[in-house]
């Protein structure tokens, strides 16, 4: 009896939509922690003795799709799992790569055996089903325009486990883009309030002219010509908005100063 081994002609080609749909990383990671008979705090407490700072509800977030490890945060957790071959584990081949039809057609049998048990099907883990929330998802399309970012075609219902929700929450948005690193990560939907205004040192939701930004809301007093843009009919001199990265390469994620002839509106508060 042979096992089969495919060419790399012969694995269809990743597609990172699909897997991003499917979850696919997060999946492995939970199979993984739960077949090392570790609890989310343990790898997390792992993840601290090899220098990554890491709390429970990150690697919660990782196993619910939330968010995504990095390079380094991914090696790290494949040592601790025990996973040797990681591009087999999470693009969902390690089974057909490595075991042939009879070794697939028992993990079909034991499959159908642990679902049959009520156990260890999903939402029966004592640990993690602590029931969920669905909350709009903004999966803006700029054809539709800033002014209908909050309509109905612009959202999506998305599910999340309550544990993991700030109070207050009222929608989340994915983020594009590493100007947020190291607290916000490229592909990681944030949760956040719906509000018009922000304070100085928050994290907000902005759209300023024909882009859409996660940025922290800062402000500085205006000064030269456009001190008298930002001077209202009562002489008082209103502050000028400034968006932060939280990228220390301040070389290429420098301050976007806004300037009076700009059109700034705020769309949230991110809570986490």
Known sequence: MSVVKFKPEDQPCFQADQAKRDNTVGQMLRLARIGAKMKQSDVAREMEKRGL???SRSVGNWETGIAVPNAYQLLALSQILGIKDMYSAFS???AKVELNAEGLALIREFSN???ASGRFIKGTDEEEDEGTIELNHSIYKPA???GNF???ECMEKLSYPRTIVPRGTDFTVTISGESM???FQNGQDVFVQKT???EPGDIGIFALNDELYIKKYTEQTPAGGEAESFTDSYGTVHPQPVLISLNPD??????IVTHPDDKLMIFGKVLG
């Open 53 to 55: 700072h890491t709390i």
């Open 92 to 94: 969902g081949e390690e």
């Open 113 to 115: 055996y642990l679902v």
């Open 144 to 146: 539709a325009g800033f």
């Open 150 to 152: 909050f309509a109905e």
């Open 181 to 183: 690193e190291p607290r």
């Open 196 to 198: 018009e205004s922000l």
């Open 250 to 255: 301040q070389d290429t994620y420098r301050p």
